[in-house]
T-cell receptor, first 115, second 114 residues
Framework: GAGVSQSPRYKVAKRGQDVALRCDPI?????LFWYQQALGQGPEFLTY????????KSGLPSDRFFAERPEGSVSTLKIQRTQQEDSAVYLC?????????????FGPGTRLLVL | AQSVSQHNHHVILSEAASLELGCNYS??????LFWYVQYPGQHLQLLLK??????LVKGIKGFEAEFIKSKFSFNLRKPSVQWSDTAEYFC????????????FGTGTLLAVQP
């Protein structure tokens, strides 16, 4: 069946531009996560949704980062006034369950380069 | 600071060699443990996971991992690697409690030579 999809796959932005990254989770999955993966590092947690509720945004690095999931399905991660340090792969994952024991299924990621 | 450590950043093995990748974590209490793999050009995918019960868990493709609570470790093993096991391997911990997030290690890049 269809997995988690993300778009765009690659994004080049000039410093100061706003970007929006989209995640389509597996249909019916309750939980949705965003992670940021810098080069040579493991993914780092950004934020978590349970259906449309954003229950944890402790990993968002600044108030320039904003995420939403208004209908409990598709999610968008928005970065305002992008900086060079925002360059990374942004991963979306979804899980059928609401708890921490569920398998998280990852998308291919969006590779963001800020010039 | 609480963290997940993978001490081997790069590992090079010949086919049929045995593999053990180390993972240590610093979270107390009940944790949920995972190993994910990323093959070249592919998504992160789950290899295996441990929540409770038998501390030796078996995953896909002949991989297994052993949870040793006293050592805060969850090492990944495979008796005989194949060229197709070339990938990056990530250990991850869900610290339990109210959080559902995964805390990842920095990854181990495994290259298997034919």
């Amino acid at each position: 069946g269809a997995g988690v999809s993300q778009s765009p796959r690659y994004k080049v932005a000039k410093r100061g531009q706003d970007v929006a990254l989209r995640c389509d989770p597996i249909s019916g999955h309750v939980s949705l996560f965003w992670y940021q993966q810098a080069l040579g590092q493991g993914p780092e947690f950004l934020t978590y949704f349970q259906n449309e509720a954003q229950l944890d945004k402790s990993g968002l690095p600044s108030d320039r980062f904003f995420a939403e999931r208004p209908e409990g399905s598709v999610s968008t991660l928005k970065i305002q006034r992008t900086q060079q340090e925002d360059s990374a792969v942004y991963l979306c994952a979804s899980s059928l369950q609401a708890g921490g024991t569920g398998t998280q299924y990852f998308g291919p990621g969006t590779r963001l380069l800020v010039l | 600071a609480q963290s997940v450590s993978q001490h081997n950043h790069h590992v090079i093995l010949s086919e049929a060699a045995s593999l053990e990748l180390g993972c240590n974590y610093s979270y107390g209490g009940t944790v949920n443990l995972f190993w994910y793999v990323q093959y070249p050009g592919q998504h992160l995918q789950l290899l295996l996971k441990y929540f409770s019960g038998d501390p030796l868990v078996k995953g896909i493709k002949g991989f297994e991992a052993e949870f040793i609570k006293s050592k805060f470790s969850f090492n990944l093993r495979k008796p005989s690697v194949q060229w197709s096991d070339t990938a990056e391997y990530f250990c991850a911990v869900n610290p339990g409690g109210a959080t559902n997030k995964l805390i990842f290690g920095t990854g181990t890049l495994l290259a298997v030579q034919p």
